[in-house]
T-cell receptor, first 116, second 113 residues
Framework: GAVVSQHPSRVICKSGTSVKIECRSLDFQATTMFWYRQFPKQSLMLMATSNEGSKATYEQGVEKDKFLINHASLTLSTLTVTSAHPEDSSFYIC????????????FGPGTRLTVL | GDSVTQMEGPVTLSEEAFLTINCTYTATGYPSLFWYVQYPGEGLQLLLKATKADDKGSNKGFEATYRKETTSFHLEKGSVQVSDSAVYFCALNLKAAGNKLTFGGGTRVLVKP
């Protein structure tokens, strides 16, 4: 299957700082990337969808100025949590689809963000 | 709107027992159906998929058949192992919805030796 990586796997930061999370497709070109947030023992909540070279499309209720998404190349998307606060602490997971499998999302391993 | 309903867990089994996790869906179109598995502290791994009615997806001893008449995609495994302990998510994808996944709530499975 297609491989998606995320970096970092864990990050701890102080309240008010910004954190960048990278999502990379390692063996395919990702036409679309998705960013999710997952709370403990819950399902995934879609935050936004991004296509290479285009602005991300955010789901209702997600603050686009707080969660900045950049999809600068066909293998890299970044999520920046700006001015992070403790309530932003969560597990963030990205996924990607490729040209030959537009209906199948392959997921990264996730990033655990803790804001102190 | 589109939705996926799966049985609530946790499901606790003994090793070598038979596992079934029920999943039903509601969709306005003709979706592709998926099962993903999530191990503790990790992202989701694609377990299997089916794209049309009567398709059977299978992987690692798990199977699920796309039943259009009952709008279901139940996951089964004949003999579970301790290593199958995880959370299982049923999901659907509609191309008309921009290939976004609609997830069920997840079912936690615990296999005891």
């Amino acid at each position: 299957g297609a491989v998606v990586s995320q970096h970092p796997s864990r990050v701890i930061c102080k309240s008010g700082t910004s954190v960048k999370i990278e999502c990379r497709s390692l063996d395919f070109q990702a036409t679309t990337m998705f960013w999710y947030r997952q709370f403990p023992k819950q399902s995934l909540m879609l935050m936004a969808t991004s296509n290479e070279g285009s602005k991300a499309t955010y789901e209702q209720g997600v603050e686009k100025d707080k969660f900045l998404i950049n999809h600068a190349s066909l293998t890299l998307s970044t999520l920046t949590v700006t001015s992070a606060h403790p309530e932003d602490s969560s597990f963030y997971i990205c996924s990607a689809t490729g040209l030959s499998f537009t209906d199948t999302q392959y997921f990264g391993p996730g990033t655990r963000l803790t804001v102190l | 709107g589109d939705s996926v309903t799966q049985m609530e867990g946790p499901v606790t089994l003994s090793e070598e027992a038979f596992l079934t996790i029920n999943c039903t869906y509601t969709a306005t179109g003709y979706p592709s159906l998926f099962w993903y598995v999530q191990y503790p502290g990790e992202g989701l791994q694609l377990l299997l998929k089916a794209t049309k009615a009567d398709d059977k997806g299978s992987n690692k001893g798990f199977e699920a058949t796309y039943r259009k008449e009952t709008t279901s995609f139940h996951l089964e495994k004949g003999s579970v192992q301790v290593s199958d302990s995880a959370v299982y998510f049923c999901a659907l994808n509609l191309k008309a919805a921009g290939n976004k996944l609609t997830f069920g709530g997840g079912t936690r499975v615990l296999v005891k030796p």
